[in-house]
C-alpha cells in the first residue's frame, strides 16, 4: 500500500497551470528548454525533498484546500520562499510539463522523514482493521467535479494577457482608427457605435488602444518598446465601403464597430488591433538558470508607485534570457546620507536591501511583464531585481 501510494505520489505534479479561463477550459503545458543539468537536478529533488531547514516552524501538518487556494499560498504556509514548491511536492520538470491538478476539499499532509520535507496527497476514508482509531491515508482515484487550483492568483494577471502590450515599434500608428463616434459624441462607451477606417480583418473582436507611450531603459536611456494604453474591446458590426453619392462624388462609408468592453472612454483617434487567441499556459515558478539583473522600467497604469498584485514592466526580455514562470528577487537601493560620527563627515551608501519578489507572466523581446508577489515598501521605476 504504501509503495503504491508512493509511486502514485511521484506522478502526482501540482503545476495546475491556469485551469480557472472558464470551467473545462484546457491547459497546455509550458514549454521552456530542459537541458540535461536540469533534468538531473529535478529528478534529485523529486526523491529527496527539500530540507527540513527550508519548512517554517509553524507548518501545518495537514491542510484541506479551498477554494480560491493557490498553490504558491499554500507552499507558502510550508516554505521559507513559496515559489520553490515543485520541490516541496517532489516534482520534476517533465511532470511540471504535464500538469495535473488538485481540488477544494482534498487533504494535504508533511511527510518529514530522514531529515527532508515532502508534501504529499491523502484522503481519509476511515478506520483500518489493524490500527483501530486511526485514519488511513490514500490517494483520492478520482478528482471531485470542481475546478482545479491555480499555481499563482491567475485572476490578477488575467486582463492583462490581452490588456497589456509592448510593442517593438510605433505599429499602432498605422493601425485602423476610430474617426467618428455615434451621433456626434466625442466620447464613446460600453453599447455605443464607433466608426472605424484602416485595414480591417474578418475577425470579429478587436481591442480598442490609446496612443503608445515608449518605454526607456532607466540607465541608458535606449527605447526599449512602446506601450499601448488599453481602452477597451469592440465588435466589428458592419463593413465600410466607397460610394458615389447624389451629387456624383466619391464618398467613404467607414465600417461599424460596437463597444463592448470600457477601461477608458473611447474616442475619435484611438486604434484598433485583432483580440490574440487567449494564452492557455503553465505558470510554474522557477529561478532563472543563470544570473541576471535589471530594472523595473515602468507600473502599469498611472501610479507613482506600485505594492502586491500590482504589475510592472521590466527592462529585460526573452532575448535575454527571461522567461514565464521565472520568479525575481526585488531590491531597494540603499540610501545616500553622511557618516556624522565621522570628524571628516564622509558620504556614505547604505546596502541595498531585497525587499520583495516578482513573477513573471508575460515576455516580449526586449521586455516583460510582472506580478508583485510580496513587498515590503513601495516599488518605483528605476528598482532593480536580480535572480532569487
Not at 27 to 55: C, D, F, K, M, Y
Not at 238 to 260: H, S, Y
Not at 351 to 375: C, K, N, Q, T, W
Not at 377 to 386: E, K, L
Request: positive net charge; hydrophobic residues 40%.
Amino acid at each position: 500500500m504504501i509503495r503504491r501510494n508512493r509511486i502514485a505520489f511521484a506522478r502526482f505534479a501540482i503545476t495546475t497551470a491556469i485551469a480557472a479561463l472558464g470551467a473545462g477550459a484546457a491547459v497546455h503545458a509550458a514549454t521552456w528548454p530542459i537541458t540535461t543539468e536540469q533534468r538531473n537536478t529535478a529528478q534529485r529533488v523529486a526523491e529527496a525533498g527539500v530540507p527540513l531547514s527550508e519548512i517554517l516552524p509553524d507548518a501545518p501538518d495537514s491542510y484541506t484546500v479551498k477554494p480560491r487556494d493557490t498553490l504558491w499560498a499554500i507552499s507558502g504556509l510550508y516554505l521559507k520562499t513559496p515559489w520553490r514548491w515543485p520541490e516541496l511536492w517532489g516534482m520534476n520538470l517533465d511532470e511540471i510539463r504535464n500538469p495535473h491538478l488538485i481540488y477544494p476539499g482534498q487533504i494535504l499532509f508533511l511527510d518529514k522523514s530522514n531529515g527532508r520535507a515532502r508534501l504529499r496527497l491523502a484522503q481519509p476514508v476511515g478506520l483500518t482493521e489493524d490500527t483501530p482509531g486511526r485514519l488511513s491515508p490514500r490517494v483520492r482515484a478520482t478528482a471531485p467535479n470542481q475546478d482545479g487550483i491555480a499555481s499563482i492568483p491567475f485572476n490578477l494577471i488575467e486582463p492583462f494577457l490581452n490588456e497589456a502590450v509592448i510593442l517593438d515599434t510605433n505599429e499602432l500608428a498605422a493601425a485602423p482608427r476610430i474617426v467618428a463616434a455615434q451621433e456626434g459624441s466625442v466620447l464613446l462607451s460600453r453599447g455605443e457605435l464607433a466608426y472605424v477606417r484602416g485595414n480591417l480583418t474578418n475577425q470579429r473582436e478587436y481591442r480598442v488602444f490609446r496612443e503608445p507611450k515608449p518605454l526607456r531603459d532607466p540607465s541608458t536611456n535606449e527605447l526599449l518598446g512602446w506601450e499601448a494604453r488599453y481602452v477597451g474591446t469592440a465588435d466589428y458590426i458592419r463593413q465600410g465601403e466607397t460610394r458615389t453619392g447624389d451629387n456624383g462624388r466619391t464618398e467613404i462609408v467607414p465600417a461599424t464597430f460596437m463597444l463592448t468592453s470600457i477601461r477608458l472612454e473611447a474616442g475619435v483617434g484611438d486604434r484598433l488591433d485583432p483580440v490574440p487567441a487567449r494564452e492557455y499556459t503553465n505558470y510554474a515558478p522557477h529561478a532563472p538558470q543563470s544570473p541576471i539583473s535589471g530594472q523595473i522600467v515602468s507600473l502599469y497604469g498611472d501610479a507613482l508607485t506600485a505594492g502586491q498584485n500590482q504589475i510592472v514592466s521590466l527592462n529585460r526580455g526573452a532575448r535575454d534570457g527571461i522567461e514565464r514562470g521565472h520568479v525575481l528577487a526585488l531590491w531597494r537601493s540603499g540610501a545616500v546620507g553622511i557618516d556624522r560620527t565621522d570628524p571628516t563627515r564622509p558620504r556614505m551608501r547604505l546596502p541595498d536591501e531585497r525587499h520583495g519578489v516578482l513573477f513573471v507572466f508575460r515576455v516580449f523581446d526586449r521586455m516583460s511583464y510582472a506580478l508583485i508577489m510580496s513587498v515590503k515598501q513601495p516599488v518605483s521605476p528605476g528598482d532593480r531585481f536580480t535572480q532569487p
